[in-house]
């Protein structure tokens, strides 16, 4: 249900109007477009504890195969609201934060695994 109510929030934070989402300087398109990377690392994180139960392969397949759709998604969403655009930037950028979680997410899952084969009697 995190998952669900995560993306309705990217949702809605895509149909804002362009003037409601900042001044247009370079600095502010600078850090709109950067908030992409957090943002999709946080939608990975919300599809990875979803499908927590599966395994790592498949796991990684889904989060990204979902996070980059519904990327996609909402880069076209957007392109509706007045005074945005849709941009296959942002869609790359929205790629880097769920690659970033999948790897900080294996990285743990390697670091577990040597632990528990250090521990194990």
Known sequence: MATVGYMAWIFHLSSLPGSATGPD???W???ANASHV??????GFCVLMTVAHWPW???A???LGIG??????????QSWAPGRSASAADVALDGIGLVLVLA???GVSRRRA???EALAP
């Open 25 to 27: 300087t370079p600095f």
């Open 104 to 106: 900080v997410f294996w």
């Open 114 to 116: 040597v632990l528990s």
């Open 68 to 77: 980059l759709a519904y990327a996609g998604f909402d880069e076209w969403h």
């Open 29 to 31: 398109r600078f850090a």
């Open 61 to 63: 397949v889904w989060t």
């Open 57 to 59: 392969p498949a796991r």
């Open 38 to 43: 957090p943002l999709y690392a946080g939608l």
